[in-house]
């Protein structure tokens, strides 16, 4: 069984930067497709980052060039690096493999952001 922490988050000003980090408990973490979505209020879950394990990665088109997603294997860890935050990015973020999120399992917590002035 696959578990996910997030953390992170917080408030910040628009213009502002935030680092998220996912950290997977389990096995095939190495092997998987990781990927950040985030819910705001309202709305539904959207994916925002992927990152397969050979470190190709994927961003929706509304944080592309200011959001970086990375992995680091050996700690079991994906990182979501966020700067210039708009109050758009206001949402909760969560981690999962791709796979999971298709199953809708192992999800975690989340990590609330906040970008308001």
């Known amino acids: 069984q696959v578990q996910l922490v997030e953390s992170g988050g917080g408030l910040v000003q628009p213009g502002g930067s935030l680092r998220l980090s996912c950290a997977a408990s389990?096995?095939?973490?190495?092997?998987?497709?990781m990927a950040w979505y985030r819910q705001a209020p309202g709305k539904q879950r959207e994916l925002v980052a992927a990152i397969a394990n050979s470190g190709t990665t994927n961003y929706a088109d509304s944080v592309k060039g200011r959001f970086t997603i990375s992995r680091d294997n050996a700690r079991n860890t994906v990182y979501l690096r966020m700067n210039s935050l708009k109050p758009e990015d206001t949402a909760v973020y969560y981690c999962?493999?791709?796979?999971?999120?298709?199953?809708?399992?192992?999800w975690g917590q989340g990590t609330q952001v906040t970008v308001s002035s």
């Open positions: 389990g096995s095939g973490f190495s092997i998987s497709t």
């Open positions: 999962n493999s791709l796979t999971g999120a298709r199953r809708n399992v192992n």
